[in-house]
C-alpha cells in the first residue's frame, strides 16, 4: 500500500491549505491492469474541523473492500474571515475529483467508477458537490472540467441535508456557513434526475442532526426517480463512523448492527456495476 498526501490549490478562503491523502493498494503482477473503484471520503466535523475518526479508518475499511481511498482534509471556518464558507469545501472536493482523475493510471483506478463517501457535514459537502458539479460557473472557479468533476455515486453517513432540520442549532451558524436563501442550505431542492445513485444512512435516535434529515433527500430522490438505497438504524448517536472498536469515542459507539452499514453500502455498490 502505499500513502501519498497532496496540497490543493486555494478555495480563497481562510488561511488552511485544503489536502488529499490518497490510500493506494498496488497491483500484484497477475493483476497488473486491474482498476479499483475510487471514492473521496469527506469526514465530518461541522464545518469547523475534519474529524479524524471520519477519515484514515474509513479510508483502511475501504482500502480492504477492494477500493483506492483519499481523504479531504477540506477548507473549514476561519474565524478571521467574515464572509460565508461555503463553496470552499465543494471547491475543494472538485479539486480533489478531478486530481483522482488525473492520476487514475498511477493509482488503478476505474474512471467510471469514482464516488464520494461524506459523513455529517461532510455528507452535505457531498449532496451539494453532487448538483454543484453540473454548475458551469461553479467548475469555471474550481478551474475543473465537467469530465473530471464528474461523480458516479455517493454514500452518505448520517448527513446535514438542510441547515433548518436541526443542525446547527442557531441562525448566526448557518449564516458562517452560506447567506439566507443559498441554494445551499437545502441539498433535497438540488435533488434532480442527474443526481448521482445515494446510499445514505442515519440513527432514528440521533440528537446532533436529526433522522428528519435522510428522510428528506430520500424523498427528493425517490421523487426525481434515483436509484437509492436509505437505512435507519433504531439507535445510535451522532458521529458513529465506522460504529467499531477503531472509531468509537466511547464505549456505546460500538454498534455491531449499525456497523454494517459499510457492507450494506458495499453490496449496493456493487450491484450498481
Not at 475529483?97 to 461524506?118: C, F, I, K, P, S
Amino acid at each position: 500500500m502505499r500513502v501519498e498526501r497532496i496540497e490543493l490549490a486555494g478555495a480563497g478562503y481562510g488561511t488552511k491549505v485544503a489536502t488529499l491523502t490518497a490510500y493506494v493498494q498496488d497491483n500484484v503482477a497477475d493483476q497488473a491492469a486491474r482498476r479499483r473503484p475510487g471514492v473521496v471520503v469527506c469526514p465530518g466535523g461541522g464545518y469547523a474541523f475534519c474529524s479524524d475518526r471520519e477519515a484514515e479508518p474509513v479510508a483502511l475499511a475501504l482500502l480492504a473492500r477492494g477500493f483506492q481511498a483519499f481523504v479531504l482534509d477540506y477548507t473549514v471556518f476561519d474565524d478571521a474571515v467574515a464572509a460565508p464558507l461555503l463553496p470552499a469545501p465543494q471547491l475543494d472536493l472538485a479539486r480533489a475529483v478531478a486530481t483522482v482523475r488525473a492520476h487514475a493510471d498511477a493509482w488503478h483506478v476505474d474512471e467510471q467508477n469514482v464516488g464520494l463517501l461524506g459523513c455529517s457535514a461532510g455528507g452535505h459537502l457531498c449532496a451539494t458537490y453532487a448538483a454543484l458539479m453540473r454548475d458551469e460557473a461553479f467548475l469555471a472557479r474550481a478551474g475543473v472540467s465537467v469530465d473530471a468533476a464528474r461523480v458516479a455515486w455517493q454514500v452518505l453517513c448520517y448527513p446535514v441535508i438542510d441547515l433548518g432540520a436541526g443542525w446547527p442549532g442557531d441562525a448566526a451558524y448557518a449564516g458562517r456557513l452560506c447567506p439566507v436563501g443559498s441554494p445551499l442550505a437545502r441539498a433535497q431542492d438540488l435533488v434532480d434526475a442527474a443526481t448521482p445513485p445515494t446510499f445514505l444512512w442515519h440513527t432514528a435516535t440521533d440528537a446532533t442532526v436529526p433522522v428528519r434529515n435522510a428522510y428528506l433527500y430520500a424523498q427528493a430522490l425517490a421523487a426525481a426517480g434515483v436509484d437509492h438505497e436509505c437505512h435507519v438504524f433504531h439507535e445510535g448517536r451522532h458521529g458513529l463512523s465506522l460504529a467499531t472498536e477503531q472509531t468509537a469515542h466511547r464505549p456505546d459507539d460500538v454498534l455491531p448492527h449499525v456497523a454494517r452499514w459499510l457492507d450494506l453500502a458495499v453490496a449496493w455498490l456493487r450491484e450498481l456495476a
